[in-house]
Every structure is written in C-alpha cells, then in structure tokens.
C-alpha cells in the first residue's frame, strides 16, 4: 500500500518527529510504500493569496479564492508546490496526519497546506447539486477510496479531553478536521492516535507510546473506521442537510448524531 | 474604548473586507479608538520556529517551544512583531477576530498569529498548580477583563451549521477558538456574529449583513456573553478537569455542558 504522511512540526527531535520516525519504520516494515511532506523541511508556504493563482488572477483585481481556485485546478495552472501535494495525496491509499499540539499551537502550517492543496475541484465543489444529492461530499468525493488516520499528541491529560472533561471529549476537538475535512472529501477516517501529557513525557512514555503506535499501525488494514453517516444516502434533508429526525440515539445531541452507533 | 481587531483575509475587496470596514467605521462613530492588525498586509510570518527565539534558542539544538516561549517571554526577548502584537492586544478592551471561511480555508495566518503571539507567559501556562487551581485558565489569565468576539462568514447556510446540520452546530464548531482559546486566556466571550452562504452574497444581502453588524456593535457594551463555567471556582473537579456530576442540564452532552444555561 502506498501511504503519503504530512508532517507539521518544527522539531525533528521531539516527541512528534519521533513518533514519525516510528511510524515510517514500522510501516516500511510492513512492505507499505511511504512518501512524508515535511511542511517545516519543504519551507512551505502556508497563507493562501494571489501568487496562488498566477495564471488566472490578475494582479491587483479583486481576488475571489474559490473562482480563482476552480480556474486554476480545471486548467491544470496550479503552482508547482501546490500540484505536487496533490499528486502525493492522490497516489497514497492512506493518508496519515501528523498534528501536534492541534488546539492552540503548532498547526498553522498544516492549515495553510489545507487551505492551498484542497483547491475546487480536488477538496471541494466537486459533483452535482440536485433535489437528491448535495455536491460530491461528505463519504463522496475526489479522495474517496482512500483512508486517513490523525497521528497527533496534546498537552492536557486523557481526562481534560474526557466526556466531561474542560477541554470537550477528544473526538469533538478532532471532529471538524476528521469530519469536516477527511470525510468531506470522501475519506474514511480511522480513530485517531492521541498522545496525551507530552510536554512532561520521559523516554519511557514514548517507548510505551511508541510501542502502542507499532501494534496499531499493523492492524491498519482491518481497522474500523470512525462510521460517519454518509450526506447523500437518505439520512439528511437536501438542500438542508440536517439529519432526518429519530435516526440518532436517544438524549443523542452535538456532532455525536452524525455517526452511525452499532 | 479600545479596540483591537485581527483580521485575516487575502482580499479587502472581499466580503470579509467590507464588513472589516463597516466594524471600523462604525465603533469609531461610537468613539471608541480601534487598532487592527491586518495580517496578509503585515506579511505576518505565520509559523513558529526557531527564528521566534534567537536569544533563548541555540539554533541547531533541540527546540522545545513551550520552555523557549517560557524562556523569551519572561526575559522579554520575544521578537518585535510577536512583542508588537502582545502589545496591541493587551491595549485593546475589546478584541475581536475575523474568521473568513473557518473549517476549512483562509484561517491559517490566524492560526499562526495565535501560536506566536499567545506565548507562555501570555495565552498559556500562567497561575498556579494546587489542589484547588490547576493554573489560570477558562475564565483567568493574563488576558481577564477583555472581551471578545468572533466575526466570520462561511459558505454553507445557516441549515448546515443548524442543531442537526452535517456541519455540526456553529456552536460546536467555534468551541475551540471561543472556549479553548479565547475563554482559556481569561477573556470573556461574546457570542459570534456569522454570515452564511457568502459565495454567492449579493449587494442586497451585504447590506443587510452590514445593518444587522452595525445593531450588534452598537450593543458590544451589555451584549450577554457566552456563560461558559470557569474551571477553578468548584464546577469541576481538579486536577482532573471533569465537570462535576449532576452539574449539566438533563441529557446534556459534549461541548454544551460546559456552558451555564439559564
């Protein structure tokens, strides 16, 4: 299997880059294919703007991101930087995130590579809007096929991202990337992998860490996805997509109605 | 009053733009002094590194950005622009963020403004660690006694952000910037003024936004605040950060626990 991982960290020697580390041993290990984008490496630039769009903005005109984008993904007038990712991403059957610290720090880079690689026509505004069917999206999409797993590792504790901790359930703080960004685009979203309390963490919970990553990523072919509901199969009132009424759980409120619970 | 805005778009021409402008012309007429920080046009370096810590960072060696952070506030050797920023957000009474496009694009100079400017020191690790305070966060911390405000626009309709949308509720979706973020550094936070379905806003609808803006600024002085709980003043129990039982309303789940409803 070939597995493209993005990779936002400025720091090789930490926490993160090890577990990276780990991940593309262990997965070469298997005999899987891999290729890391190392957006701090690669200088990558994040902020979307014209430069994006040489071919089909003029300079100094107002810029309109999505027309522009749409222009310049159907016309094959992408930058170079911008293509590449996309080529990276279609050739992997897995993609695999590697966010640390995702709620306040660090991610700014991996935002940016959403923002400018997820062009119209490739992350977004693909498929037909009709009576029955909003857009190829959410279970639909250009990525469908293929699987992504978040690899991330956080300050609080298991319990601040608790049901009732401070910080909301893990699953919740994840939700708009997992749900909102993978899923959109047609991906099936595996569980995320959450280290929790790294800033204290000695070598001991990484080897623990580390370890637990290894056994996971063997298992990567036969685990469960996270089973969102699909937009386009009956569950939702189109063009409205809400959820038709009784298909949730009792007391079920919040994002937890768009998975389906077995 | 003192205002300071953030604002992060490519385009002044955008929707975005304009209701920046409005904001601005309209707080002004109430008298109050407004700073914004416009971060495309700064060409704000968006990702943290090790070019954030040139005194207390030996380049080459292992960067821990937390302890750097720590290390650069507290012997003010943070870099002028990050120290600038610091500045005019600690001036500012009243801090208000434009968002454009939150889930997916355009927020990532934003995002990268939080990492850097929110040092330790500033937006984190600040207060004490006992059996009672698990530091000065949700509801204290450098930045109490502020208000703030979320202005942003999205493509979806205000169905998709709705109690049952597949987007999840806006609610839900702005938890991590409102409560994690803004609430998390003592600030008080004033529910979002958003736009829905700007891609294809018209003049008329523009207008009416820009009314409807207009009315809320008017109000931004006794505007109700999201009643999110403060963590360290008996609602959860601590270190663990876990909302004591019986404490949420019948039912209630996630994210909205953590909100005191009337």
Redesign the interface.
């Given at each position: 299997m070939k597995v493209f991982i993005v990779f936002a960290h400025?720091?090789e020697?930490?926490f993160n880059g090890s577990l990276l580390k780990e991940t593309v041993a262990q997965l070469k290990s298997q005999g899987h294919e891999v290729k890391v984008s190392d957006l701090?490496k690669q200088h990558w630039k994040?902020?979307?703007?014209?430069d994006d769009f040489p071919a089909t903005h003029e300079k100094g005109t107002?810029?309109?991101?999505?027309a522009a984008s749409a222009k310049a993904f159907y016309g094959n007038k992408l930058t170079l930087d911008v293509v590449e990712e996309q080529e990276k991403n279609q050739m992997g059957r897995f993609v695999n995130f590697t966010i640390p610290s995702l709620?306040?720090?660090?991610?700014?880079?991996l935002?940016?590579w959403?923002?400018r690689v997820?062009s119209l026509g490739f992350?977004?505004g693909t498929g037909e809007y009709t009576d029955t069917h909003f857009g190829d999206r959410?279970g639909e999409g250009v990525l469908t096929g293929k699987k992504a797993m978040i690899i991330t590792t956080v300050?609080?504790?298991v319990?601040?991202y608790?049901?009732?901790?401070?910080?909301?359930?893990i699953n919740?703080?994840l939700?708009?990337i997992n749900?909102?960004?993978l899923f959109?685009t047609g991906m099936t979203v595996l569980p995320p992998f959450v280290t929790y309390k790294t800033?204290s963490a000695t070598e001991e919970v990484f080897q623990n860490e580390a370890k637990k990553l290894r056994e996971t990523l063997k298992n990567i072919e036969t685990i469960k996805p996270i089973n969102y509901r699909k937009?386009n199969f009956g569950d939702?009132n189109l063009?409205?997509?809400?959820?038709k009424e009784g298909l949730e759980q009792p007391?079920?409120?919040?994002?937890?109605?768009?998975i389906i619970k077995d």
């Open positions: 400025p720091e020697k930490s701090y994040p902020q979307i703007d014209e107002r810029l309109q991101v999505a709620v306040v720090r660090y991610a700014c880079l935002k940016g959403v923002e997820f992350g977004y959410y300050g609080g504790t319990e601040h608790s049901a009732r901790g401070i910080n909301g359930p919740d703080v939700f708009t749900h909102g960004l959109f800033d937009q939702y063009p409205g997509c809400t959820l007391g079920e409120t919040g994002y937890d109605i768009h």
